[in-house]
């Protein structure tokens, strides 16, 4: 192909179908994929709109009236705790004349009320007043609800599905809990939290979230020494849905409040949920991200760090440490992540090879992608 001629959807297309073969090609993505409209356009609806997507904490949704609202491609979803305990996920557009009714962010509430016209929703997305609407006759107060979407938690992390007749991912999840269990992840709580925007398609973010070969470059002062970019991952590649790196560290780590095994003493364990998630557990701490694309070349990262009860607070100067390493660590992924989204703009961009330390990762997040995109072609799906 000419430098000067992009590839269409169905070549993009034809060059995913490559990763789901028993030899995938070493190779990144094509340039065109982080950049097509009309790709993003099929992610947006092939992806983002029927998988699992982490976020929130339940520390944030603790209380009945705690709600987060994220925006996900171009759709906008609020989780909520209702009255009686239950979360329920929701298009927060109101349904007389769609102005969203509540921003991004997260707060408290005992109802959702419209700023337009003042109508009024529950906790649980049903009306609960309209005013001067008892005059016309064709509408029922009673039916109009806010459209439902499903929602899950595991061990504390609150996932949402667009498609409220998606498969639980409960069950997938569960295939990686048994690398996890001495970590005691649900005992921990939050002691440091982000929102953030990093410019980059989301697929430049995530294949970076699934190799520790960038360590030698984007973290050679922070990571390096810790978490060495040289080392060989072991992935286990459990779902289409869930995926485990183990990343082997410099030294073991020693817990003392924990009971970890030989394996989780001397590698950092990531757990990984296609499309946009990943948290990594070693120590006392566990680190959460959720990768939201909010535009083509826009995501919004937004995470935390979690620790034991016991542990959360015992120094505040170990905690700002902590905090300041992680912000730093952050930093240098979006440095170099929206460095590489200039790069892949690039008229003279191609496909690069990968290297064997970070293949294992990257081909099994292209594989996912391309049987999110194919969809029906492929089957075991
Ligand atoms: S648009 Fe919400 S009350 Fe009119
Ligand atoms: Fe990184």
Not at 61 to 74: R, W
Not at 192 to 206: G, I, T
Request: aromatic residues 10%; glycine residues 8%; contains cysteine.
């Amino acid at each position: 192909m000419s430098v000067l001629t992009k590839p269409g959807l169905q070549e993009l297309l034809a060059d995913l179908r490559g990763y789901l073969g028993t030899e995938p090609p070493a190779l990144s993505l094509p340039p065109a994929a982080y950049t097509a409209p009309e790709l993003w356009e099929l992610e947006r609806e092939r992806i983002f709109s029927r998988s699992w997507l982490l976020i929130a904490h339940v520390d944030q949704l603790a209380a009945p009236g705690d709600y987060v609202a994220v925006q996900i491609a171009g759709e906008s979803v609020v989780v909520a705790r209702a009255n009686d305990g239950a979360l329920h996920a929701m298009s927060p557009i109101c349904r007389h004349r769609l102005m969203p009714l509540v921003e991004p962010g997260a707060g408290h509430t005992d109802a959702f009320t419209c700023g337009y016209h003042l109508w009024k929703y529950g906790l649980d997305g049903r009306l609960r007043g309209a005013p001067f609407m008892g005059g016309n006759k064709a509408f029922t107060p009673k039916d109009c609800r806010l459209p439902q979407f499903a929602v899950a938690e595991w061990k504390g992390f609150v996932f949402v599905n667009f498609d409220a007749a998606a498969e639980p991912i409960g069950d997938h999840l569960e295939l990686a809990a048994p690398q996890f269990a001495n970590f005691r992840i649900e005992e921990m709580v939050l002691v440091d939290s982000w929102s953030l925007e990093w410019r980059a398609n989301w697929k430049v973010v995530m294949e970076n979230a699934h190799e520790n070969y960038h360590v030698l470059g984007l973290h050679r002062e922070t990571l390096e020494p810790f978490m060495p970019g040289g080392s060989d991952i072991h992935v286990e590649h459990y779902s289409p849905w869930v995926l485990h790196a183990r990343i082997p560290l410099a030294m073991p780590v020693d817990s003392e409040t924990l009971e970890l095994n030989e394996i989780q003493r001397t590698n950092g364990m990531v757990l990984l949920t296609f499309p946009s998630s990943a948290f990594i557990a070693f120590a006392d701490q566990v680190v959460w991200l959720s990768f939201l694309p909010t535009a083509i070349d826009r995501v919004q990262v937004i995470g935390g760090v979690f620790t034991l009860p016991a542990l959360a607070g015992t120094s505040e100067a170990v905690a700002q440490t902590q905090a300041a390493v992680t912000a730093m660590i952050n930093e240098e992924d979006q440095q170099g992540l929206e460095a590489v989204q200039r790069g892949v703009s690039s008229r003279f961009a191609e496909r690069g090879h990968l290297s064997p330390k970070e293949q294992p990762g990257v081909l099994a997040f292209y594989r996912n992608l391309a049987q999110a995109l194919l969809g029906d072609e492929t089957a075991g799906r």
